[in-house]
């Protein structure tokens, strides 16, 4: 490959071409996916520069022009993932039906397949690093339902720390915001971002999580969309989640 000044690391070469985060684009390389000048590369240094051609499952890369950032508000049921092998509905099978071809973004964060509410969509594989990765510590509020209120030493617990498989869980904060007719509703914020977080966390005090809405993701907040819709983000919005990722 030859040198020049325009070299640029392979995983972040991957993610300017949509291929989602370096940290995923990393996982890309090492599992000999990529070819570069038509030799599989394995190395997670490996350089690319603007003469070399990069392949990958046998078609050429080209990073992607127009950048793009979509909030959408993911319906219940809808599993957040490009194939899914049950068979159930997915983000892009649903977008796909409402007049958004989103094969090419990618989302950021997950939502399980019983949770709704905001999730982030784009092709901007720096932006999906920064927002992803722990140490940017970004901001994720959500309302929970429950069917009955938290005393006020489970929320201290929830606050301080729960162990559930081998990790150590935190809300950032939690407020009730709502009770009517044996529903108690909370704002919890979190900085993390683990796997069904939120339900683990609940059921580590014994509460059923019986609704879970994300409402905000850093700079964006879900606002008055309406299941299943989706919109482009504001300059200020992009600038927002930038500010955020890229401390």
């Keep these: 490959m030859k040198e020049n000044s ?34 599989k590369v394995t190395e997670l240094g490996a350089k690319v520069s603007i003469n070399d051609k990069v392949e990958y499952k046998g078609k050429t890369l080209r990073p992607v022009k127009r950048l793009e950032y979509w909030a959408y508000f993911k319906p219940r049921q809808i599993m957040v993932t490009k194939d899914d092998p049950e068979g159930r509905p997915t983000i892009y099978d649903v977008l796909r039906r409402d007049g958004l071809d989103a094969d090419l973004l990618k989302y950021v964060g997950r939502l399980d397949y019983l949770s709704e509410g905001l999730l982030l969509l784009t092709n901007d594989g720096d932006l999906i690093h920064a927002l992803t990765h722990p140490r940017f510590r970004i901001k994720k509020v959500y309302l929970v339902r429950t069917g009955k209120p938290l005393e006020k030493q489970e929320i201290s617990t929830l606050i301080d720390g729960i162990e559930s498989e081998g ?18 509703w909370y704002e919890v914020t979190l900085f993390e971002g683990k796997n069904r977080q939120i339900r683990r966390m609940f059921e580590g005090i014994g509460h059923e999580v019986r609704k ?31 500010n955020a990722g890229f401390k």
Aim: a positive charge; hydrophobic letters at 35%.
């Design 6 to 39: 325009e070299q640029l690391r392979i995983n972040r070469y991957l993610a300017q071409c949509g291929l989602g985060s370096r940290r995923k684009c990393d996982e890309l390389v090492e599992s000999g996916h990529i070819f570069i000048n038509g030799e």
């Design 167 to 184: 990790q150590l869980l935190r809300a950032a904060s939690v407020n009730l915001v709502d009770v009517k007719d044996e529903q108690c």
């Design 212 to 242: 879970l809405r994300r409402i905000a993701f850093g700079s964006v907040k879900l606002g008055e969309m309406k299941t299943g819709e989706f919109r482009e983000l504001t300059v200020r919005e992009i600038g927002g989640l930038k």
